[in-house]
């Protein structure tokens, strides 16, 4: 993975003071709320509902166990209070589907010693929000994925520091995110980001991107749009520069809910990418220097060398993963849902379920860090993955170790195996945490969870994409969602709007697309019971072998509307 | 990063705007300001009869006059002053001078000494910019 130079070191350090002189301006009352919310926004604080919130990146979810360890540290030793109930008394953290890593409790007056404590790791908030270009993501499979096409992940790196403190578009209409693949299936989603990337090779072996533009959730939900079907590798930051100084100089900016880059691409349309291709070539034709951001072979050559397989990893003869024939059901099962294939022969990718009963989606507490970092120094060369589904995985396991690392995965709660069935669901922090949410997301989530904990119910149901936001916002992806659970307030009160049918763009889901609802909302009391009546006619409906999302597609949305409604009790009585 | 840029009093009047200098006859030397929305292709012509541009923050978290001022400086080659006005607080100042504004009106109540201690928390950025257009990785290599 990728090593930070001294440069990198001194730049995050830099930051960190630089934020140090802001907080402390704002605690003489020289910096007015107002006008440090955007500093500190850009360096990952919010401030929510109890406490300020941190969101550290890790940029696209490659993390060393190190860094996990210096986490698992900020946890412990800074994300705490004194009251309240276990889960109101911090020492954890949320791993979130942008790869990234929040804190819910430590105290606006300890961030700036928390900064230079995640400096000291590598690690930073930098962009993590903000209306900004945020943490790059990939695909967590990035450099170990059969399917691969490019390894992202120079790339990625290129970009990041490229878009990290870009002077012209710190302060865009609204926030900016990019995804990345390199691989055939897309595994990061890339059609619902403001802009998505992925490597391709042409008819001549030459690299180059697939661009696409403008897609994104929230209140409009929008699939992004090809502006460009293979821009040389070499071109990439000064087509993006393009890209983003036209969103800069004529997105919308009078209304918040009109700003995403979406609604410019959307309303503009082949304006949109002539105006983006002209300022392309008015950036190499008539810049002074405008040249001076293509990337050359040497500086490639120098980022991919940080991502050359880990010492120690050689390609050995495999003897497949078949289990012995005594091996106990809940090995065979993690074999099938939590072991995935590997590139390098003899080699496999690991996830370690952070869905579990007890625990809200992509939780981790500082022991679980901890544990979770021990796991992947003894099997996975001290380096994980964060998943776009928050989980954890190791990229480097030896087929050999696969005994041992389940073992030691179940002992710490890791080894769930669920991965891609309907308890491995999506979920925001929602209104428990989360400032800007319409309802809770963590007490649906759980209540699914507890619904269904028999584990041959939920293999017989087989894989689905549950995804679940506390409000419009997205943050748990509903619209992209199989089942997709929207958190909504009607005069005060917390309701659930139900989607169907939508899709990230993965092989198994199909093209990207938004689900559709399923008529009123619903009550918290009664999400469980439509998931249930939900997961019911799709069994029933199936075909052989017929997936959830194929069903769905087969049969519509009826049938399964009529068995949602047919399990309202509060909301019967409402409407 | 030093080029520090020129720090103008909040009092100083504003300048007439583009309409006005063109409808005065566009006197040489004209010192005008543009609003954010305007594309600074269109003042193509007029450049070399302009001495100062000032360039329009509504609000400090509107970027748009950022990329005015890049394209003014990198693609238009403007030598003229270049000055931030409006809502301009102390924290946009490396960014102000990374996309080639060299005055800064601050609003009232800002301070320049903060402005300078901004200046001085970063030896290096990894892309280019107006001053240093080459990105980190070619400056290293």
Not at chain 1, 202 to 228: C, K, Q, S, Y
Not at chain 1, 356 to 363: H, I, Y
Not at chain 1, 414 to 422: K, M, R, V
Request: net charge neutral; glycine share 8%; aromatic share 8%.
């Amino acid at each position: 993975m990728y090593r930070y130079t001294d440069f990198d070191r001194r730049f995050v350090r830099a930051r960190a003071a630089q934020y140090r002189d802001q907080l402390e301006r704002h605690q003489r009352g020289e910096l007015s709320d107002d006008d440090f919310r955007p500093l500190r926004l850009q360096n990952g604080w919010y401030l929510q509902r109890h406490a300020p919130m941190l969101r550290v990146a890790v940029p696209y979810g490659e993390l060393s166990s190190r860094q996990l360890r210096a986490l698992a540290r900020v946890a412990r030793e800074h994300d705490l209070q004194d009251a309240g109930t276990p889960r109101e008394r911090g020492g954890y953290g949320h791993f979130t589907t942008r790869q990234n890593l929040q804190f819910n409790w430590i105290p606006l007056a300890r961030s700036a010693d928390v900064m230079e404590l995640l400096a000291e790791a590598d690690l930073h908030g930098i962009q993590t929000s903000g209306n900004c270009i945020r943490n790059i993501t990939s695909d967590a499979l990035a450099g170990i994925a059969p399917d691969e096409v490019v390894d992202p992940r120079p790339y990625c790196e290129i970009l990041r520091q490229w878009s990290t403190l870009h002077p012209e578009f710190a302060f865009l209409p609204r926030k900016f995110k990019i995804a990345v693949t390199g691989a055939r299936e897309d595994r990061a989603a890339i059609a619902w980001h403001d802009i998505g990337l992925q490597l391709l090779k042409n008819d001549a072996g030459e690299v180059g991107f697939r661009v696409l533009v403008g897609g994104g959730m929230g209140r409009t939900p929008v699939i992004a749009t090809e502006v460009a079907a293979f821009v040389p590798w070499q071109q990439i930051l000064v087509f993006i520069e393009a890209i983003v100084r036209v969103y800069n100089r004529y997105g919308r900016r009078d209304n918040l809910y009109k700003a995403r880059i979406k609604i410019l691409v959307k309303a503009e349309g082949a304006r949109f990418v002539d105006a983006v291709g002209a300022e392309f070539r008015a950036i190499l034709e008539h810049d002074a220097d405008g040249a001076a951001h293509l990337i050359p072979q040497a500086e490639l050559d120098r980022v991919a060398a940080h991502f050359e397989l880990p010492d120690g990893v050689r390609a050995e003869p495999s003897r497949g993963i078949a289990p012995a024939g005594d091996a106990p059901l809940a090995y065979r099962r993690w074999l099938e849902r939590n072991v995935h294939a590997h590139r390098v022969s003899g080699h496999r990718a690991v996830t370690l379920s952070l869905k579990r009963p007890g625990q809200a989606p992509g939780d981790v507490t500082a022991d679980q860090m901890d544990t979770a970092a021990a796991l992947a120094e003894r099997f996975s060369h001290g380096e994980l993955r964060v998943t776009h589904d928050q989980n954890l995985l190791l990229p480097w396991v030896r087929e050999a170790d696969l005994l041992a690392l389940w073992r030691a995965a179940k002992d710490a709660g890791f080894a769930t195996p669920n991965i891609g069935l309907l308890t491995d669901m999506i979920a925001c922090p929602g209104g428990d945490f989360c400032g800007l949410a319409n309802a809770r997301s963590i007490p649906i989530a759980a209540a699914i969870t507890e619904r269904f904990q028999d584990l041959d119910e939920l293999y017989d149901i087989g894989d689905i994409d549950l995804h679940m936001s506390g409000c419009m916002n997205s943050c748990g992806h509903h619209h992209s969602g199989h089942i997709g659970i929207l958190g909504v307030d009607k005069d005060g009160a917390e309701w659930y709007q139900v989607s169907l049918g939508g899709a990230d763009g993965s092989t198994l889901s199909g093209a990207a697309v938004a689900g559709k609802v399923i008529g009123p909302s619903f009550s918290a009391d009664e999400v469980p019971d439509v998931v249930e009546a939900v997961i019911d006619t799709y069994r029933s409906r199936r075909a052989a072998n017929e997936r959830f999302i194929d069903t769905v597609r087969r049969v519509g949305l009826e049938p399964f509307k009529t068995a949602a409604n047919a399990v309202r009790r509060e909301t019967a009585e409402a409407a | 990063m030093s080029h520090e840029p020129q720090f103008i009093d909040a009092h100083e009047p504003a300048w007439p705007s583009i309409d006005e200098w063109r409808a005065a006859g566009a006197p040489a030397g004209g010192r005008v300001s543009i609003a954010n929305t305007l594309d600074p292709e269109s003042l193509r012509a007029d450049l070399p009869r302009l001495a100062a541009i000032g360039l329009h923050f509504p609000k400090w978290t509107d970027g748009r006059a950022y990329s005015q001022a890049r394209l003014l400086r990198v693609r238009l080659r403007f030598a003229g002053e270049i000055r931030a006005t409006g809502d301009v607080v102390v924290d946009m100042v490396p960014l102000l001078v990374r996309t080639g504004f060299d005055a800064v009106q601050l609003r009232d109540g800002q301070q320049p000494g903060h402005a300078r201690r901004a200046l001085g928390f970063f030896d290096g950025h990894y892309q280019g910019d107006v001053h240093e257009p080459r990105p980190w990785f070619a400056r290293a290599a």
